[in-house]
């Protein structure tokens, strides 16, 4: 019966043993829109390319910068420094088996990766990898239960990401296309709607050792660009001199980003200080943040197409304030806060059932590669 002192049956053998691994052969930017085939970078995003190097099932790990996993079966092309690693002996490790092992063993990868600005791992981090190796029987079906954990963990994330296309949709719906005014509303400058003004940051350097690391929350660009329709959390902090130098902001007021990441936006749920890098509006009584924010989540392509670009793209106070804003009334546009909070409120249950579908999925492989899930 399978499971049966399954430990036993597990041989810790030598990663280099068992695979053969090469690195692509191209530079990150030999990429080609809409190309015919997968091209592997070190991205967690695979890109495209119209012509192919190799044609095999592997498992592609990313040897710099944003380590991550992916596994491929057909005819792709790779950048220079993602390995490709191909099983020996298929009927001894299964390629799908070897994915999953690697996914688990990322962060000792991440542990192990060397270097300053861009980190990055070295084929010895690879061949000399202890992986686990049961029958093969047994490596298929922790395949196949890790699979169907996995496809749970999709089918939850897609979801959540319709409610985001539910809300756009919406949008639509009650406001028509802001770029092109399909409904006719009235215009004005976002500046014309409520107060816009920069953030503080005067001290230079601006990471000085001193400034950081206090009682108040600090927000960058980065914070803002990934946290969604509410900014909920921070990474950094300042002093008592931090603050002295830059401007505490009220909650509730909606965060623009001018710089690196062009016009990303979330609400402030606490009171923060950022740096001038980012924009505060404070809407007047024509608007709100939640329909200035959905505007401007339109708006933000073309936008950042239009920044200036020197060492990182930026747009200024006075093309921000400029921009021309559609204006329906005030009664609708809080109608459609109202459906966003609503929604809002869903996503966040479902993000949380999402968060323990990941906790079971890391658990249930933790029990895979220890012989444990067939006991």
Same mark, same amino acid.
């Given at each position: ?28 930017n ?10 592997f ?23 710099n ?14 950048? +220079?420094r ?14 799908k088996?070897?994915?999953y ?8 990868l ?63 719906e ?41 009682p ?9 660009a990934?946290a969604?329709?509410y ?9 008592e ?17 001018i ?5 990303k ?25 939640m ?16 920044a ?5 793209k ?8 400029? +921009? ?8 609708? +546009? ?31 492989m ?5 012989g444990?899930?067939?006991?």
């Amino acid at each position: 019966m399978v499971g049966n002192n399954l430990a036993n049956e597990f041989k810790i053998k030598k990663l280099g043993d068992l695979v053969n691994i090469k690195t692509g052969k191209l530079d990150a930017n030999a990429s080609t829109e809409n190309g015919k085939y997968p091209f592997f970078t070190c991205s967690i995003t695979t890109l495209r390319i119209d012509k192919y190097s190799y044609d095999c099932e592997c498992v592609l790990v990313a040897g710099n910068g944003d380590l991550n996993i992916k596994y491929y079966k057909g005819k792709f092309d790779a950048y +220079q420094r993602t390995y490709i690693v191909e099983s020996k002996d298929k009927l001894y490790l299964d390629t799908k088996y070897l994915y999953y092992y690697m996914n688990n063993y990322i962060d000792i990868l991440r542990n192990q990766s060397i270097g300053g600005v861009i980190k990055y791992i070295k084929l010895g981090n690879l061949t000399e990898a202890k992986i686990p190796v049961p029958k093969l029987v047994i490596q298929k079906k922790i395949v196949e239960v890790l699979e169907k954990a996995k496809n749970a963990l999709e089918k939850k994330k897609e979801a959540i990401n319709l409610l985001d296309e539910l809300v756009k949709s919406r949008f639509i719906e009650m406001f028509g296309d802001p770029v092109i005014n399909s409904k006719g509303w009235d215009k004005e400058k976002l500046n014309e709607l409520g107060e816009l003004a920069r953030g503080k940051s005067k001290h230079r350097p601006r990471n000085a050792p001193e400034l950081l690391n206090g009682p108040y929350p600090l927000i960058q660009t980065g914070d803002i660009a990934n946290a969604g329709i509410y900014l909920k959390e921070y990474t950094q902090t300042y002093s008592e001199l931090g603050l002295k130098q830059s401007k505490m902001w009220k909650k509730g007021i909606l965060c623009i980003t001018i710089a690196a990441n062009i016009a990303k936006t979330s609400i402030l749920t606490f009171d923060a200080c950022f740096p001038d890098s980012v924009v505060a509006f404070i809407p007047s009584e024509k608007t709100n943040n939640m329909f200035i924010q959905f505007w401007m989540s339109f708006l933000q392509k073309i936008l950042e197409d239009s920044a200036p670009e020197s060492a990182q793209k930026n747009i200024n106070l006075k093309i921000l304030s400029e +921009q021309n804003v559609i204006v329906p009334p005030i009664e609708l +546009q809080n109608e459609f806060a109202d459906f966003v909070n609503e929604v809002d409120k869903l996503k966040f249950e479902m993000e949380s059932s999402l968060k323990e579908l990941e906790d079971n999925f890391n658990s249930l492989m933790q029990k895979a590669f220890k012989g444990e899930l067939f006991k």
